[in-house]
C-alpha cells in the first residue's frame, strides 16, 4: 500500500501540509492532535528513508510548503528537515578536557574544576562555551558575557573564545611536535586536552601569542558529490523561497532561530557550481548585504554575520572566476542577478549599500572578529567592479588614512565626502579614551585597505 500511494502525485505535500496545521494548533490543541501529528511524522520518517527518489519526493514537498507557511516556528522545522536529508551533519567527535586555573591565581579564583575531564559533547562547540562552563561552576556569571575577563590557554597559547575545540584540539594540541598528545596505551586513544584559565589582567598584561584563527578542517569529499542533492533547491523554487525568507527575516517572530539554520542550508546549497550560478540570478549578494548592513553593528549577532558574509565571499568568488576580462564580466553581470550601471550615472542604492558597509568597518563588532574584517575587504572589491563611480567612493574613504601614511597624499576636497574616516589621534590628547577608540577604528580601516589593495591588484580586471 505504501509503494503505490507515496507514488501518486501532491499526496506527500498535501499530508505534510495537514501535519504542519495540526502541529500549530495552540487553544485546540489535544492529546488526539498530538497522536495524529506523531503518526503522521513517523509516517514521513519511513517514507523518506526508503530512497533517494522517495528523499527527494519528501524535499518537494517541504519545498511547497514553506512557500505557504511563514507563520511561527513552521518555516524553521521545513528548514530544519531540508538539512537533515540534503545536508546530514557530520558527527562531531568527543574530545575530553582537563580545565585547570592558573597557578599564580589561586588565591583569586575560588573552587576547582572537581569532574575533569569534561567530554567537549558536555560543553558545548566553541571555546566560548568551555569559559561558559567555567563560569558557572565556580560562581562567576558576571563574566559570561565579557569575553575580555578570562583567558583560556592551551599549551601556552591564548586561545579565542570563538575557536571551535574539535579545530583547538587538532591544531594546537595536537599539533605537529607537542609531545605528549596520544598516549601509550593504545595509537588510537587521544589525551585529554589541558585548559588553563586565568582571570585577565591579575599577572600583569599578557605575554604570550594569541591564536585568532585556525585552518577549517580539509572536506572529506569533493563538494560536488557531498552536496548534490542540494542541487533540488535550483531545479525547483527552493532557492528562491530560503533567500525570500533571508530577505524578509526581520519579520520572523522565530527569527532567532530561524537565521543560523536558513545560513546553514544555503551555506551547503553554495558548496557546488550551479547553486552558485543560480544563487547570482536571484541577486543572493544584494539580499545578504542588504541584511548583513542591519546585523553587523549588533555584536550579539556576529557569528550570525560572519556566516553570512562568508556566503557572499563565496558568491563573489564564483562570479569573478565566471569571467575574468572585464568586458565579458559586465555583459554576463545581467544574467548573474547585476546590472551595471548606466555609462555617467551612479546606482543611488548600489552607493548607499556601499557606505553602509565601510561604515561597519569600523565597528567594534568587526574590529574584535579578524576574520570578519578580511572577508568584508574580500566582498568590497567586487561591489565596484566595473562601476567608475563606485570605485572613486571607495578610494575617498581612503584617502585620508593614505595623507597620514605617505606625505603629500591629496586629500577629498570639501563636499566630496559626507562621512570622512577617522584621523589618527593627536599626541595632546594620548590616553583619553574616545582618543584610543579612534586610533583602533582608523587601524581597522587600515587593515581594510591593505586588503582591498591587494584583492584589487590581484584582479586584472580592477
Keep these: 500500500i505504501r509503494s503505490r500511494f507515496k507514488l501518486t502525485p501532491d499526496l506527500l505535500a498535501t499530508m505534510l501540509d495537514n501535519f504542519l496545521h495540526v502541529q500549530s494548533l495552540i487553544v485546540q490543541k489535544t492529546k488526539l492532535t498530538d497522536d495524529c501529528a506523531q503518526q ?6 519511513s517514507l523518506s528513508s526508503e530512497s533517494e527518489a522517495d528523499q527527494e519526493r519528501f524535499c518537494q514537498a517541504c519545498i511547497k510548503a ?6 511561527g516556528r513552521t518555516p524553521a522545522f521545513l528548514i530544519q528537515q531540508l538539512s537533515s536529508i540534503m545536508c546530514p551533519a557530520e558527527a562531531e567527535p568527543v574530545h575530553h578536557l582537563i580545565l585547570q586555573k592558573s597557578p599564580t591565581q589561586e588565591e583569586f579564583i575560588r573552587g576547582t574544576m572537581a569532574k575533569n575531564p569534561y567530554p567537549s559533547s558536555e560543553l558545548g562547540v566553541t571555546m566560548r562555551d568551555v569559559k561558559k562552563k567555567i563560569c558557572l561552576d565556580l560562581d562567576m556569571a558576571g563574566l559570561i558575557e565579557d569575553d575580555n575577563g578570562m583567558e583560556l590557554l592551551v599549551r601556552g597559547q591564548i586561545v ?5 575545540i574539535r579545530l583547538v584540539y587538532e591544531q594546537v594540541w595536537r599539533s605537529p611536535g607537542a609531545g605528549g598528545a596520544r598516549v601509550a596505551s593504545g595509537a588510537g586513544d587521544l589525551s585529554p586536552m ?3 584559565f586565568r582571570l585577565q589582567g591579575l599577572d600583569g598584561e599578557a605575554t604570550e601569542p594569541i591564536i585568532e584563527t585556525l585552518a577549517p578542517l580539509a572536506p572529506s569529499a569533493d563538494p560536488e558529490t557531498e552536496f ?3 542541487a533540488l533547491m535550483s531545479r525547483t523554487e527552493g532557492l528562491k523561497l530560503l533567500l525570500d525568507r533571508i530577505r524578509d527575516m526581520a519579520g520572523f517572530h522565530a527569527r532567532l532561530e530561524l537565521e543560523p539554520l536558513a545560513l546553514s542550508l544555503l551555506s551547503s546549497c553554495c558548496k557546488i557550481a550551479v547553486n552558485r550560478k543560480a544563487a547570482l540570478s536571484l541577486h543572493a549578494v544584494d539580499i545578504l548585504l542588504f541584511r548583513l548592513c542591519s546585523l553587523i553593528p549588533d555584536e550579539a549577532q556576529a557569528a550570525t554575520s560572519e556566516a553570512m558574509l562568508a556566503i557572499v565571499a563565496t558568491l563573489v568568488t564564483h562570479a569573478q572566476q565566471a569571467s575574468s576580462p572585464l568586458e565579458a564580466d559586465l555583459a554576463s553581470a545581467a544574467g548573474d542577478g547585476w546590472a551595471p550601471a548606466a555609462a555617467g550615472e551612479e546606482n543611488a542604492a548600489e552607493a548607499a549599500r556601499l557606505t553602509k558597509l565601510l561604515d561597519c568597518v569600523g565597528l567594534p563588532s568587526v574590529r574584535s572578529r579578524p576574520v570578519l574584517l578580511q ?3 574580500q566582498v568590497l572589491p567586487f561591489l565596484t567592479r566595473g562601476r567608475k563611480a563606485l570605485l572613486d567612493l571607495l578610494v575617498k574613504r581612503f584617502l585620508v588614512l593614505l595623507a597620514f601614511a605617505v606625505p603629500g597624499t591629496p586629500t577629498p576636497r570639501d563636499g566630496d565626502e559626507e562621512r570622512a574616516t577617522p584621523a589618527f589621534p593627536s599626541a595632546e590628547r594620548e590616553g583619553d579614551v574616545q582618543v584610543r577608540e579612534e586610533a583602533d577604528e582608523s587601524e581597522a580601516y587600515i587593515e581594510c585597505f591593505v586588503c582591498v589593495v591587494q584583492r584589487l591588484g590581484a584582479d586584472e580586471a580592477s
Excluded at 503522521?40 to 520518517?45: A, I, K, N, Q
Excluded at 514553506?66 to 507563520?71: D, I, S, W
Design 40 to 45: 503522521l511524522m513517523h509516517t514521513f520518517s
Design 228 to 230: 548534490a542533492m542540494t
Design 160 to 164: 579565542r573564545l570563538d575557536l571551535p
Design 194 to 196: 589541558v585548559v588553563v
Design 66 to 71: 514553506l512557500g505557504t507557511h511563514r507563520a
Design 375 to 377: 572577508t568584508l575587504a
